[in-house]
């Protein structure tokens, strides 16, 4: 009988167990949905792909319209750094110039040895880490991550540029010199030329950003003193007038350059007449470190970046120009 009551007791329970389950189910499918929708509504959210096994993180602007292709711009992290550092804008504030712009913005990941991905290098030539060490062949994956975003979303090829932070900036120069065919134009902040040989398919737009207190890449060449752990790492920078020698030379520019911004804090000079119409800029800003101008914060331990310019500004205003 004890047995018989027990289970009659159960059965009543069983409706009200089952509702509640039922109810769960739909209050967490609920919330998934308005997650989704949120996602949507605010730029689309962080998309991820994986390409050769690595990360890239996906931004779409808002009022992305697959009918209309849009321009690819891919950003690169600095040495030790990741993708999602890179896609924070709160460092560095891409996604958002991407929705005021109307462009696309992915976020590749180095080569690291860890499942995650952080502690990343790009193999720029003579910098930097691992991935320099193992002859990583980023200029491969940098080309097969700007066909994977082709193929998933609505890009315009002719506008597709690359930018990048110290070592993701000297991987962009090193994509000028080997991917001129897949690159209209590319800009490095604090990350000077590291390529040992370079020979472009056909002139490329290039334009560098370099504050003169730098203490990891010196402006005047050379690594600075206790900026890394390791030295083996890193090399004896390329100088900034080097760098911007070298690809005036290769883009055959006429000299001397003009000022196109005079202002306190930074400087910007061009150098046009080069051939196929492209140009080489240079801005300087007087402080601001290793760091990216115009970002509203840094590593903890470093100082404020300069904001005497903007670096999105004016990397944007530059790949616009260079589309013309």
């Known amino acids: 009988m004890r047995g018989l009551a027990l289970a009659l007791v159960l059965l009543a329970l069983l409706p009200t167990a089952q509702a509640q ?27 991820e792909l994986q390409v050769q096994g690595r990360k890239v993180l996906v ?6 319209d697959a009918s209309r292709p849009a321009p690819l711009v891919l950003a690169f992290h600095g040495g030790g750094g990741h993708a999602g550092y890179m896609a924070d804008d709160e460092k560095y504030g891409l996604q958002k110039k991407a929705d005021q712009a109307g462009f696309v913005v992915a976020f590749p990941n180095g080569y690291s040895k860890l499942p995650g ?35 998933k979303y609505s890009i315009d090829a002719s506008r ?9 900036g000297m991987l962009s120069h090193r994509l000028a010199c080997e991917a001129a065919d897949v690159f209209r134009a590319v800009a490095s902040v604090a990350g000077t030329d590291a390529t040992a040989s370079c020979a472009p398919s056909k002139p490329i737009a290039v334009l560098h950003i370099h504050a003169k207190d730098d203490d990891h890449v010196l402006f005047n060449g050379g690594a600075g003193q206790g ?26 520019c006429a000299v001397p350059p003009q000022r196109v911004l ?63």
């Open 59 to 64: 931004h779409l602007p808002t009022g992305y």
């Open 117 to 151: 991905g952080k502690f990343a290098t790009w193999n720029a030539g003579g910098c930097c880490g691992d991935a320099r060490d193992r002859n990583v062949d980023d200029v491969a994956f940098v080309r097969a991550t700007v066909m994977a975003i082709k193929d």
């Open 160 to 168: 597709v540029f690359a930018t990048g932070m110290s070592n993701g």
């Open 227 to 252: 900026a890394f752990r390791d030295e083996s790492k890193v090399m004896s920078f390329i100088s900034v007038p080097e760098t911007i020698s070298r690809w005036v030379q290769r883009d055959h």
């Open 262 to 324: 005079d202002k306190p804090g930074a400087t910007c000079e061009t150098y046009s007449g080069c051939s196929g119409g492209v140009s080489v800029q240079l801005c300087v800003t007087e402080t601001g470190g290793h760091s990216w101008p115009g970002a509203p914060s840094v590593r903890r331990g470093k100082g404020a970046a300069s904001q005497a310019l903007d670096a999105n500004d004016v990397i944007w205003r530059f790949f616009e120009q260079a589309s013309r």
């Open 21 to 47: 389950g039922t109810l769960r189910e739909r209050i967490k499918a609920r919330i998934e949905e308005r997650r989704a929708e949120r996602g949507t509504a605010e730029t689309g959210g962080l998309q």
